[in-house]
C-alpha cells in the first residue's frame, strides 16, 4: 500500500473579518517566486478579497524570509515569457482590490522586495534586510523597481539601493528616514495587525473606493517604469556576465 503525499500549499488564507490573513508558507523553497506560488498568490488575495466580511487584509511571509525573489530557472528563462508572471505576483497587492497591510518579518530579497513596497502599508522588521539586489547579479531592475524604491523610501535612499544592490537591514533605513513602519522583529504581527484593525474602521466601501482612487495613478506610473525597464533588463539578462553571475552566485533551493 503506498500513501500520496501533498505539498503544503505555498500560501495560506485565513479569514478573521473585519482582516483576512494571507500567508507565504513555502518553506521547502524559501518563499521564492516559483509558478505554484505566482498563481497562487493572487488567486489567495482575490479569495480573501471576495469574503463579504473582510475589510483590510494582511499580507505575511515566514518569520525569518517574507519573499525571496524569484528562481534560478526563472530567471535563466526568456525575458518576455517570465515578465506578465513576475507582474502579476508583485503586483498582487496593489491590484487587490481592498487595502493590504504587508508584515515583512523576515528577509525581503529583489522581487519579494518588490511585492512588499506595492503594499498599500508596510511594517518591517529592525533586524531582517531589504536588498533591490539585481545589479549584483548583472542585470537591471524590472517590474517598476525603477519607480517603487525611490517613491516609496525615499528617492535618495531608493537609488542607492538600486545602484549598490546590497542587503540593508530595517534599522539602516530607519535611521535613513525611510518612510514605513519598521519595529522590533518580534512586533512586527502585532504591528501590522494594530495597523490593519484601524483600517478596517472605516466601511468596506469606503476602503474600495479610497484603494482605486490611491491605485489608478500609482499603476499608470508602475507601468510606465515597466515600459522603460523591460528592454534594458531583457537585454542584461541574456548577457554573458549575468549569466555566469546567476549560475555561480545566485542561491538554488
Given at each position: 500500500?503506498?500513501?500520496?503525499?501533498?505539498?503544503?500549499?505555498?500560501?495560506?488564507?485565513?479569514?478573521?473579518?473585519?482582516?483576512?490573513?494571507?500567508?507565504?508558507?513555502?518553506?521547502?523553497?524559501?518563499?521564492?517566486?516559483?509558478?505554484?506560488?505566482?498563481?497562487?498568490?493572487?488567486?489567495?488575495?482575490?479569495?480573501?478579497?471576495?469574503?463579504?466580511?473582510?475589510?483590510?487584509?494582511?499580507?505575511?511571509?515566514?518569520?525569518?524570509?517574507?519573499?525571496?525573489?524569484?528562481?534560478?530557472?526563472?530567471?535563466?528563462a526568456d525575458g518576455e515569457a517570465r515578465t506578465p508572471a513576475g507582474w502579476d505576483f508583485v503586483r498582487a497587492a496593489a491590484d487587490c482590490p481592498l487595502p493590504v497591510v504587508?508584515?515583512?518579518?523576515?528577509?525581503?530579497?529583489?522581487?519579494?522586495?518588490?511585492?512588499?513596497?506595492?503594499?498599500?502599508?508596510?511594517?518591517?522588521?529592525?533586524?531582517?534586510?531589504?536588498?533591490?539586489?539585481?545589479?549584483?547579479?548583472?542585470?537591471?531592475?524590472?517590474?517598476?523597481?525603477?519607480?517603487?524604491?525611490?517613491?516609496?523610501?525615499?528617492?535618495?535612499?531608493?537609488?542607492?539601493?538600486?545602484?549598490?544592490?546590497?542587503?540593508?537591514?530595517?534599522?539602516?533605513?530607519?535611521?535613513?528616514?525611510?518612510?514605513?513602519?519598521?519595529?522590533?522583529?518580534?512586533?512586527?504581527?502585532?504591528?501590522?495587525?494594530?495597523?490593519?484593525?484601524?483600517?478596517?474602521?472605516?466601511?468596506?466601501?469606503?476602503?474600495?473606493?479610497?484603494?482605486?482612487?490611491?491605485?489608478?495613478?500609482?499603476?499608470?506610473?508602475?507601468?510606465?517604469?515597466?515600459?522603460?525597464?523591460?528592454a534594458h533588463h531583457t537585454a542584461t539578462l541574456g548577457a554573458t556576465e549575468a549569466r555566469h553571475r546567476i549560475g555561480t552566485l545566485y542561491p538554488s533551493t
Amino acid at each position: 500500500m503506498t500513501t500520496s503525499h501533498h505539498a503544503p500549499p505555498p500560501v495560506v488564507v485565513r479569514l478573521e473579518a473585519p482582516l483576512a490573513h494571507v500567508s507565504l508558507r513555502d518553506a521547502a523553497h524559501g518563499n521564492r517566486i516559483t509558478p505554484a506560488a505566482r498563481t497562487a498568490l493572487p488567486a489567495a488575495l482575490a479569495e480573501a478579497a471576495a469574503d463579504p466580511g473582510t475589510r483590510v487584509i494582511v499580507l505575511s511571509g515566514l518569520s525569518g524570509i517574507f519573499c525571496s525573489g524569484g528562481t534560478r530557472e526563472d530567471l535563466t528563462a526568456d525575458g518576455e515569457a517570465r515578465t506578465p508572471a513576475g507582474w502579476d505576483f508583485v503586483r498582487a497587492a496593489a491590484d487587490c482590490p481592498l487595502p493590504v497591510v504587508a508584515a515583512v518579518q523576515g528577509h525581503a530579497i529583489g522581487g519579494g522586495l518588490l511585492l512588499a513596497l506595492y503594499a498599500d502599508v508596510m511594517v518591517l522588521s529592525d533586524h531582517s534586510s531589504y536588498s533591490a539586489n539585481f545589479l549584483t547579479y548583472g542585470f537591471t531592475p524590472c517590474l517598476g523597481a525603477t519607480h517603487l524604491l525611490p517613491t516609496v523610501l525615499g528617492q535618495a535612499l531608493g537609488t542607492e539601493m538600486l545602484y549598490t544592490g546590497r542587503p540593508y537591514r530595517g534599522r539602516e533605513l530607519a535611521a535613513r528616514g525611510a518612510a514605513v513602519n519598521i519595529v522590533a522583529h518580534d512586533k512586527v504581527p502585532s504591528r501590522a495587525d494594530a495597523v490593519a484593525a484601524r483600517i478596517a474602521q472605516a466601511p468596506r466601501a469606503t476602503l474600495q473606493l479610497l484603494k482605486q482612487q490611491l491605485a489608478v495613478p500609482a499603476r499608470e506610473m508602475a507601468l510606465a517604469a515597466l515600459e522603460r525597464e523591460l528592454a534594458h533588463h531583457t537585454a542584461t539578462l541574456g548577457a554573458t556576465e549575468a549569466r555566469h553571475r546567476i549560475g555561480t552566485l545566485y542561491p538554488s533551493t
